[in-house]
């Protein structure tokens, strides 16, 4: 959303409702290294959310996610002071439209202008950042309409989270939507259109990227916290032992332990926006979705990743292949990290894509 100079050592903080995740980062000759990471839940850390909701708008705590915020650049080790934090999607605006041939000055002056149509907010309670979707050859042919992704946030938000900064002792150099982040720390170059199914505890942000580009950001209100709430309704227990329960048991539980009748209603209306998504996508755009990497916390409920290959199928039967987002990947860190990071991966790719963002 706005951004600083590089650094050689980067910070990256994903800030959701239940959890915060720093990951620090190193870069040299195009060589990343993991430096350091860690989270601070919030059933450890305070009683209450880092971020609440009224009438779906933001409000972060920013004296509990400072405070979270020093316990782990204490414990972790962090030495960076410069951060990138996520913007939650469901507090940002997207929206994609044409303009006409002109030269990048020429857009920054008229994504305004069009913006205005898409965004229900007063511009001037904005921050307005926009990327061309063009690819090379059609950024270099001049009678070719310029398409545009716009991001909108609200300066209110902005401000919130520099204070966050502040009071934690870092300095804020960016602020930047998961989605931005995701495609980042998953996509690599050359990748067919991708699907990037986010699955937090507030809510699940369904992006597809194509050729590098954020073709459709769509995010709605149902995720794990649903999850939870409907084990602990149905099963009349208290929901911390409902969360616990979900993750131990999930798909595969038996017996008295079976959830599925529980958990499938939510999950099948998740798959089916998802479906929706992809198919809006492929409409569009005349081109076929090859693949789905699922990422955040409830991606590793026991059995989704199974569901999701059911339940993603198209009615052609156009294979689609279904992944658990692996970000470190492509990191250093030491072997004996090995396990550790095949537990954390899908759940760190947001803060980790935060922290690559000054090392592009």
């Known amino acids: 959303m706005f951004g600083g100079k590089k650094n050689t050592t980067t910070l990256g903080v994903d800030i959701g409702t239940k959890v915060i995740r720093a990951v620090e980062v190193s870069g040299k000759k195009g060589k ?21 909701f009224d009438k779906k708008t933001l409000n972060p705590s920013v004296d509990n996610i400072s405070q979270a915020l020093l316990s782990i650049i204490q414990e972790a080790g962090i030495k960076t002071k410069k951060v990138t934090f996520s913007l939650p999607d469901f507090s940002t605006f997207f929206t994609t439209f044409e303009l006409p041939p002109m030269s990048k000055k020429e857009i ?4 305004g202008f069009e913006a205005r149509k898409y965004i229900p907010l007063p511009l001037d309670e904005l921050y307005l950042d926009w990327e061309s979707l063009n690819s090379l050859d059609k950024a270099k042919d001049k009678n070719v309409k ?17 204070n966050i900064a502040t009071q934690a002792g870092l300095e804020l150099v960016a602020l930047e939507a998961e989605a931005t982040a995701l495609r980042r720390s998953i996509i690599g170059t050359n990748e067919p259109p991708t699907c990037l199914l986010e699955i937090g505890f507030q809510s699940t942000n369904v992006n597809i990227v194509d050729e590098g580009f954020m073709k459709i950001s769509s995010s709605f209100d149902m ?35 079976d959830i599925n009748h529980i958990l499938m209603p939510i999950l099948s209306v998740i798959a089916d926006r998802t479906r929706k998504v992809i198919k809006d996508f492929e409409s569009r755009e005349g081109k076929k979705v090859e693949r789905v990497v699922v990422a955040g916390g409830t991606s590793l409920l026991p059995g989704i990743m199974d569901f999701f290959g059911k339940n993603l199928s198209q ?27 095949e537990e954390i991966n899908p759940t760190y790719a947001i803060a980790l894509g935060e922290a690559l963002r000054n090392l592009e």
């Open 315 to 341: 009615e052609d039967n156009h294979p689609i292949k279904i992944e658990l987002a692996k970000p470190f990947v492509s990191v250093f860190y030491p072997t004996i990290l090995d396990k550790k990071m």
């Open 32 to 52: 990343v290294t993991l430096e350091n990471y860690g989270e601070v839940n919030l059933d450890i850390a305070c009683k209450e959310f880092f971020r609440s």
């Open 146 to 162: 310029n398409k545009v992704f716009v991001t909108a946030v609200p300066k209110i938000i902005v401000e919130q989270y520099k």
């Open 108 to 111: 920054d002056n008229a994504v």
């Open 223 to 257: 995720a794990g916290k649903d999850l939870t709430l409907s084990i602990a309704e149905t099963l009349n227990i208290e929901s911390p032992v409902a969360e616990k329960m979900k993750k131990q048991y999930g798909l595969l539980g038996v017996g008295e332990k």
